[in-house]
Antibody, heavy 122, light 108 residues
């Protein structure tokens, strides 16, 4: 059964870089049928798409975050990673990793990790 | 930027039909998807491509889309359906995917 698990520091200082990894088990990240993405949710608020990566390394980002986001993939370790630079308190959120099923020109998130809370504070 | 607009809250009694709407300018040309998120949990896909149900999702969940509005319908809502519901779609270019602001469904 597919599982996604986020890992990384739960506390990051302002102006530093947030780094998270999503480890995929029960399935291969090396598939042309899926993207692998990051979504976040500030406490008490809605969902915001951050960006996706394809197994080939192609990336797609939310324009509002693009200048600060890096997403990478390591197919040998079956995991992908998120880096968000120059963080502020506004970046405090639960960060979810998810698999995105590709259907023609569309994609949608069909499996999600449990999420990990990252707090930005000094 | 692109926005999908949902009502903040919907309330029904158990057994009644709950309808949650999502409006967006690109919906006439883009599929809508719906997610259910219970408190403290990850979202779960309940409707994809406007009206299809993933396996394991009860038949009381259905979806439809017409013009600039997509609708999630829960026929005979149950207490366990209490959750936040988010619509999801893409802008007209397909380069930006967004979630609606979410609708809190209360069943009591």
């Amino acid at each position: 059964q597919l599982q996604l698990q986020e890992s990384g520091p739960g506390l990051v200082k302002p102006s530093e870089t947030l780094s998270l990894t999503c480890t995929v088990s029960g399935g291969s990240i090396n598939s042309s049928s899926y993207y692998w993405g990051w979504i976040r949710q500030p406490p008490g608020k809605g969902l915001e798409w951050i960006g996706n990566i394809y197994y080939s390394g192609s990336t797609y980002f939310n324009p509002s975050l693009k200048s600060r986001v890096t997403i990478s993939v390591d197919t040998s370790k079956n995991h992908f990673s998120l880096e968000l630079s120059s963080v502020t308190a506004a970046d405090t959120a639960v960060y979810f990793c998810a698999r995105a099923a590709v259907a023609g020109i569309y994609y949608y998130f069909d499996f999600w990790g449990q999420g990990t809370l990252v707090t930005v504070s000094s | 930027s692109y926005e999908l607009t949902q009502p903040p809250s919907v309330s029904v009694s158990p057994g009644q039909t709950a309808r949650i709407t999502c409006s967006g300018d690109a919906l006439p040309k883009k599929y809508a998807y719906w997610y259910q998120q219970k408190s403290g949990q990850a979202p779960v896909l309940v409707i994809y491509e406007d009206s299809k149900r993933p396996s394991g999702i009860p038949e009381r969940f259905s979806g439809a889309s017409s013009g600039t509005m997509a609708t999630l319908t829960i026929s005979g809502a149950q207490v366990e359906d209490e959750a936040d519901y988010y619509c999801y779609s893409a802008d007209s270019s397909g380069n930006l995917v967004v979630f609606g602001g979410g609708t809190k469904l209360t069943v009591l």
